[in-house]
Each structure stands twice: as structure tokens, then as C-alpha cells.
């Protein structure tokens, strides 16, 4: 019976809990992230609007970065909860999950990290979050600007190809989600 009443009591306050909001709120950014950075890279220089969209664009990548830490710290802490009460079943489906979510937070540190260097090579003192310039990761160097952009350009798409593997890997989760979402709006109606 007591067995019963652990398993059904809610994690609101669990480190699990806590990694699957920030992960949302990651989710919310990165979707963002593409969106703008995909709209912003096809207007002209001369557009209106242009540099605050791409001000945003560096201020939500700034922001991803930020979640990135305080996701691997609590990452580390669930998995230290979980995996010092019994090791993992190491079996080719949990390797996979490894492998998938090991690219997922590679491309998460290194798509933003390529667009610092995209920007810093362009110009100096050239990202800055909400407004507060940060300091340069690298410095302005015009002969990098091009390779700067592909990197970008290319890890933000392949990370966007790992996004839909990982969404069709968790398509139970991304159905439960897409349900909830669809509730607020009817409430809302």
C-alpha cells in the first residue's frame, strides 16, 4: 500500500520537475530562435527593424546558454538521485537515447556559441542581451565573417533535423503537449 502512494505522488518540487520546465522554456526559445533568425537572415541590410531582430535573435541565444547551465546542473543532479539507487539498464535502446540527447546538448552549447562567433568575427562589442553589451568570445577578424555564417547557418539546420528526431523519438510526449496547448486555447476561446 505505502508502495502504492509513492509512486503516485506528484514531483512538483523534484529536480525532475525542474528539468522539464526548463526544458519547455528551451523549447520556447529555440522555436523562437529559428523563426526570427530565419526571417531576419533574408531581409535586406537597409530594412527597418532589421538589427532589433537581430539584438533579439543574439538576447534569446544568450538566454538558451543561460538555461543550457542551470539544465546540466540539474541534469547532474537528477542523474545523481536516479543513478546512485541502481545503474542504469545499459541496453542498445537506452545508447541510443544517450546518443540522441549527447548531440541535443552539443548542438544546444555549440549553435550559439557559433553564432558568437559569427557576430564577434563581424564586428566587436556586437552581442549584446536585452540591451547590456557582453564581451567579445572572439575577436573581429572580416576574413572569418563568411565561415562564421555557414557554421551557423549549417548547425542551427542540422540541430533542427536532431530537434524533429528527438520529437518523433518522444512523439507520446509531444502529442501530450500539443493536447494541453490546445486546451488553453479552448478555455481561452
Not at 528551451?26 to 530562435?33: E, L, R, S, V
Request: hydrophobic letters at 50%.
Amino acid at each position: 500500500m505505502a508502495q502504492a502512494s509513492k509512486t503516485n505522488k506528484p514531483r512538483k518540487n523534484s529536480a525532475y520537475q525542474n528539468l522539464m520546465s526548463i526544458h519547455w522554456w528551451m523549447f520556447n526559445c529555440y522555436i523562437i530562435i529559428f523563426v526570427v533568425g530565419s526571417f531576419m537572415s533574408r531581409l535586406p541590410r537597409e530594412a527597418f527593424g532589421r538589427n532589433l531582430l537581430y539584438d533579439f535573435h543574439k538576447s534569446l541565444g544568450v538566454l538558451a546558454m543561460a538555461l543550457l547551465t542551470l539544465r546540466i546542473l540539474t541534469l547532474l543532479q537528477v542523474w545523481w538521485k536516479k543513478y546512485t539507487k541502481r545503474l542504469p539498464k545499459y541496453s542498445f535502446k537506452w545508447m541510443q537515447k544517450v546518443a540522441l540527447h549527447t548531440s541535443l546538448y552539443i548542438f544546444m552549447w555549440a549553435v550559439p556559441i557559433t553564432g558568437f562567433f559569427f557576430s564577434n568575427s563581424f564586428k566587436s562589442n556586437n552581442v549584446r542581451f536585452f540591451g547590456i553589451t557582453l564581451p567579445d568570445l572572439f575577436p573581429q577578424n572580416s576574413d572569418l565573417v563568411d565561415l562564421g555564417r555557414n557554421i551557423h547557418f549549417w548547425l542551427a539546420y542540422t540541430f533542427l533535423a536532431f530537434i524533429i528526431l528527438h520529437a518523433i523519438d518522444q512523439f507520446k510526449v509531444v502529442k501530450g503537449f500539443w493536447r494541453r496547448i490546445s486546451k488553453r486555447k479552448i478555455k481561452h476561446s
